[in-house]
């Protein structure tokens, strides 16, 4: 096989990172904009001793988990890359796609994990989206490439305003990045905002799902009534105090540590009295974290450094709550607890963003016995 050579294969399974794998007499090949099913012709982008890129020329038979597109630009723009799969077959490849990653970088053996507990999301979830302009179009970059792909008024990743709002085009000649806020119905692109109770401004993190707010807040406040022990908790990557403020409800006193100016100016709005607000790095300040009964950590997409799980390992009592937007670091992070005398209790899939390949998690750990 060469790059440039066109195939015929059957995907059997979505993989991380969002291909669909096909394999030829053992080879593996990494595919995109097909799913499993689908028979199709794809033309070898990339060739590796150990495996290939391809990308869809055209489909001969398309799998029966197919679902109709309902936008107009699917195979193009980058906004979304799972949108012609059904949303149920969505979900079932993000919990094989953890249960996979759990068992090959984290080396943990899936049938002693805890059962998985999906939550779907609607769509048009987006509280931000990140758009480009180039001339009079405004939407995603297209796949791999830095072209503007117009935003569609079908779209069903951004809000319904936004999408109403942005599909005829923007003003303005000049390549710009736009970041769009919707919250209530309204677009925003600089300032303060209320969402969901939160003093917000435009310049920090937060989560984007609209429509699981309440559901990361109640799962959160569940996983810390487990706590044998109620004094003390430390809120990790604390950002704007979104789960400070449960956590507050549950423990005596919080100690919330954020390294971001913005977000540390919001949180100080935002948080309860019992609320110890610390401005500093976590991976400085977990070299000093003192004892504590429980742990919550939401770190970015490249997971948590060594020092920052050696740190919960040692000093948090009995509970660690993690958050993670990636489930292969996510698998490498569980597998370092686990190795220093912790155990997986418990799996919330949360489907943030549906349409793509993105997999959210909500496990909590005990320590073992």
């Known amino acids: 096989m060469q790059p440039g ?12 990172g969002g291909a669909a ?21 794809v033309r070898l982008l990339e060739v590796k001793k150990g495996f290939a890129h391809a990308d869809l020329v055209r489909l001969i038979e398309p799998s029966a988990f197919r ?9 193009e723009c980058g906004g979304c890359d799972w949108t012609a799969q059904r949303l149920d077959k969505q979900l079932e490849a993000k919990q094989r796609i953890l249960t996979e990653s759990l068992r090959r970088v984290g080396k943990i053996d899936p049938a002693t994990l805890p059962p998985i507990t999906v939550h779907p999301s609607p769509l048009n979830y987006r509280l931000r989206s990140r758009l480009h302009r180039d001339g009079g179009k405004v939407g995603f970059y297209a796949t791999r490439t830095n072209d503007v792909v117009q935003l569609p008024a079908e779209c069903e990743v951004v ?9 005829s085009g923007a003003t303005g000649s000049s390549a710009a990045e736009l970041q769009i806020w919707e919250v209530d119905g309204k677009l925003i692109t600089e300032g303060e905002m209320t969402i969901d109770g939160f003093h917000v401004t435009t310049d920090v993190f937060f989560q984007v799902n609209r429509h699981l707010l309440g559901t990361m807040r109640r799962l959160v406040s569940e996983i810390a009534a487990r706590s044998k022990n109620k004094q003390a908790a430390v809120d990790l990557y604390s950002g704007v105090g979104f789960f400070s403020v ?4 549950a423990f005596e006193r919080v100690t919330a540590i954020e390294g971001s100016n913005a977000a540390h100016a919001c949180a100080a709005r935002n948080v309860p009295e019992n609320v110890t607000l610390v401005h500093a790095p976590v991976e400085w300040w977990v070299e000093r974290m003192p004892r504590v009964d429980f742990v919550f950590l939401d770190p970015p997409r490249s997971g948590a450094k060594r020092n920052v799980i050696d740190a919960i390992a040692s000093r948090a009592g009995s509970m660690v709550c993690f958050l993670a937007c990636d489930p292969v670091t996510f698998a490498r992070d569980a597998s370092r ?33």
């Open 67 to 75: 679902r109709a597109i309902p936008c107009p630009v699917t195979n």
């Open 337 to 369: 607890l686990i190795a220093s005398g912790w155990r997986l209790a418990s799996l919330d899939l949360l489907d943030l963003f549906p349409n793509t390949h993105h997999v959210e998690t909500l496990a909590s750990f005990e320590r073992a016995q």
């Open 246 to 249: 449960p956590l507050a409800s």
């Open 5 to 16: 050579d066109e195939i015929t294969v059957t995907p059997t399974e979505l993989v991380a």
């Open 21 to 41: 794998l096909a394999k030829v007499d053992g080879f593996p090949i990494f595919i995109t904009n097909t799913y499993p099913g689908d028979v199709a012709v």
């Open 159 to 167: 809000g319904v305003e936004t999408a109403r709002t942005l599909s």
